[in-house]
């Protein structure tokens, strides 16, 4: 399951930029590198795509994912000449949710990504199902900010047995939590069941969180859809410029990214690999999370 496009209500003082969308497609890399890396494995690809934009929408069924909304639900749900069925366009958590309402019980494992993540691995698929042999959750686990959002598997690239998902309520909620993998994570926990995390496997670090690899399996940009702002900061400057960076080699040529931040290549992308210690940022940019969320629970009712 992937959302397609970071909802445009504002969170962390972001806004969706269509024409950063078409230069930078990450959706398109993503499915790219899933369909390069599952060769014979048996899955299906759900998006529910926030952008509406007729482009992508073209990329995402080319790659054969079930796309949702439909296009005649978004007809149906315009309200003005935007163009845009803003009530379909909705964060993260709740895209996932109506994600996983369209997945039947023919599915035995459900694995999400975010459209900046992506396996660079063969049969990445088989090794989270193995993972999930000795335990209930498995995927990237997100511990760089701990000072700030408690350590957690994140949905970037989270894999769960769909029967174990359903027996939460609403599982992709922020109710009593900061991150939405963090109330699966703490439910399986609190149940007794082990996890296994993807540990941050770099041998490059350029940035606390840009750029991570994860149990070597899994590549998450960080920020894709949005600007780099986060919880910590090594300076915006500096964020910006390793975000950029990075992004542009991962669209430029992935293998070889991938064998820099693994050590396997010299630097060539002179990412001054030398940083200071992140620090705290005291306030949030932008619009409030709960004002954000509020928000849009009440456009949707």
């Known amino acids: 399951m992937i959302v397609n496009g970071f909802d445009r209500i504002g969170l962390w003082g972001t806004t969706f930029e269509e024409q950063d969308a078409l230069t930078y497609p990450w959706i398109d890399l993503c499915l790219r ?6 060769d014979g494995s048996n899955y299906e690809v759900f998006v529910w795509d926030n952008s509406q934009m007729p482009a992508l929408r073209a990329v995402i069924r080319d790659y054969g994912a079930r796309l949702h909304p439909s296009d005649e639900q978004i007809a149906a749900a315009r309200s003005d000449d935007s163009g845009v069925a803003k009530s379909l ?5 709740a895209s996932l949710q109506k994600l996983l309402d369209e997945v039947g019980d023919e599915f035995e494992y459900v694995i999400t990504l975010d459209t ?16 999930l ?14 000072l700030r ?66 149990g070597d399996l899994i590549y998450h940009q960080a920020a894709g859809s949005r600007r780099p702002i986060f919880r910590l900061t090594e300076g915006e400057g500096r964020d910006a410029h390793i975000y950029e960076t990075l992004r542009d080699a991962v669209f430029g040529d992935v293998d070889h990214t991938m064998a820099v931040l693994r050590g396997a290549s010299d630097d060539d992308l002179n ?18 999370l709960r004002e954000a969320l509020d928000e849009q629970e009440a456009s949707n009712r």
């Not at 590198?33 to 599952?38: M, N, T």
């Not at 042999?133 to 701990?146: H, I, K, Q």
């Not at 909620?173 to 296994?196: C, K, N, P, W």
């Open 149 to 214: 959002l408690g350590p957690f598997v994140h949905p970037s690239c989270l894999a769960i047995k769909r029967e174990r998902l359903l027996q939460l309520d609403q599982p992709f909620s922020f109710a009593g939590v900061q991150d939405v993998g963090q109330r699966i994570t703490y439910a399986v926990l609190e149940a007794g069941e082990r996890i296994m995390p993807l540990a941050r496997s770099n041998a490059r670090n350029p940035h606390f969180l840009i750029g991570g690899i994860y």
């Open 89 to 93: 366009v909705l964060i993260h958590a």
């Open 133 to 146: 042999e000795a335990t209930s959750l498995t995927g990237v686990w997100r511990d760089e900010m701990a």
């Open 271 to 288: 990412l001054e690999w030398e940083r200071s210690e992140p620090q705290i940022r005291i306030e949030w940019p932008g619009r409030g």
């Open 116 to 131: 900046d993540a992506f396996p660079i691995q063969d049969g990445w698929i088989e090794q989270l199902k193995r993972n």
């Open 33 to 38: 590198e899933v369909r390069r890396r599952s």
